[in-house]
């Protein structure tokens, strides 16, 4: 085996034992400790790898060195200190492959955004889109896009109820959907149906977000990614993921932190694809799943 097969060997096994050691490492993140270290989510963000330390890895294995050597360069071609033509025509190919699909969606679901308008209005007038800042690749904040589904000053609404605020913050940012008293009947059905996620096609265009990735997080949901926070802003994020079409969206910290870390260090075209694929009927299984939590009477996550 020459030497690019180790490395691609040792890789390999690198990225297998990347979930057991997220999971024997994510209960001992502290928050103060990771509030401390990122005092302010956007600055001093890089895409630097864990240290070997961090990592779990020998200090003295010379394949794994060898490997973390041939990593850290492919790193460096990304973020721009090196220049190689094989990563821009990498990253050219998946823009590419961005803008052709959400082209298409953003055709063939036009009726569903004409749908979503229509629903949007319907006894709730305001602004048809509603806006809110999410961290981007390297920690630079975007506005995400989504048709409105609350009332005008929700975000108001939320920091003046303190009560409601906490459940919030408890509730890994996110408050139940029938329980929620800002959400209007229209917009629980377009929460429950994800129609509200359709303007984020457009985030897709605008080159802030890709149709695969980890789900963007607002600035304060920064800490629970601890020492993994720079892996997560090392790539953009996505409207659709794969801690989404397994565990349907409805997921706290910190077992959304190992699946986001295990799609950064597995990403590839055909697991995008197969996320993809997966991703209407994890529509249609939220969909059936809060309807029937509504007839019973308990509330399940939007």
């Known amino acids: 085996m020459d030497g690019t097969g180790w490395i691609e060997a040792a890789q390999h096994g690198m990225m297998r034992s990347s979930a057991k050691i997220l999971v024997s490492q994510l209960p001992t993140i502290s928050y103060t400790a990771a509030h401390r270290d990122m005092a302010t989510p956007t600055d001093n963000l890089n895409?630097?790898?864990?240290?070997?330390t961090q990592s779990g890895l020998g200090e003295t294995d010379p394949i794994i060195q060898q490997a973390m050597e041939e990593f850290e360069g492919g790193l460096a071609r990304v973020t721009g200190s090196r220049v190689r033509p094989e990563w821009d025509t990498a990253a050219f190919r998946e823009r590419l492959w961005d803008v052709v699909l959400a082209s298409?969606?953003?055709v063939a679901?036009?009726?569903l955004f004409l749908l979503a308008a229509?629903?949007?209005?319907y006894k709730s007038p305001g602004p048809l889109i509603f806006r809110q800042k999410r961290l981007g690749k390297h920690g630079v904040?975007?506005?995400i896009l989504k048709f409105r589904s609350m009332r005008i000053d929700a975000e108001r609404y939320l920091r003046e109820h303190g009560d409601l605020y906490r459940r919030y913050v408890?509730?890994?940012?996110?408050l139940d959907l029938w329980e929620d008293p800002r959400i209007s009947a229209c917009g629980r059905f377009m929460r429950r149906s994800k129609l509200d996620e359709l303007p984020q096609i457009w985030n897709v265009l605008r080159g802030e977000m890709t149709l695969v990735g980890p789900r963007p997080i607002i600035p304060p949901e920064i800490v629970s990614y601890g020492i993994y926070a720079k892996r997560l802003l090392s790539v953009r994020p996505g409207v659709t993921g794969?801690?989404?079409v397994t565990m349907g969206g409805e997921m706290g910290y910190p077992r959304r932190v190992v699946l986001d870390m295990f799609y950064v260090e597995h990403k590839t075209r055909t697991l995008?694809?197969?996320i993809l694929l997966k991703t209407f009927p994890a529509i249609c299984f939220h969909f059936w799943k809060n309807r029937k939590s509504a007839k019973a009477g308990t509330p399940k996550n939007g």
């Open 47 to 52: 895409t630097d790898p864990p240290s070997q």
């Open 104 to 106: 298409i969606a953003l």
């Open 109 to 111: 679901l036009s009726p």
């Open 118 to 121: 229509i629903l949007t209005r």
């Open 141 to 143: 904040p975007f506005d």
């Open 170 to 174: 408890a509730n890994n940012f996110k």
């Open 242 to 244: 794969y801690w989404q």
């Open 272 to 274: 995008d694809v197969l």
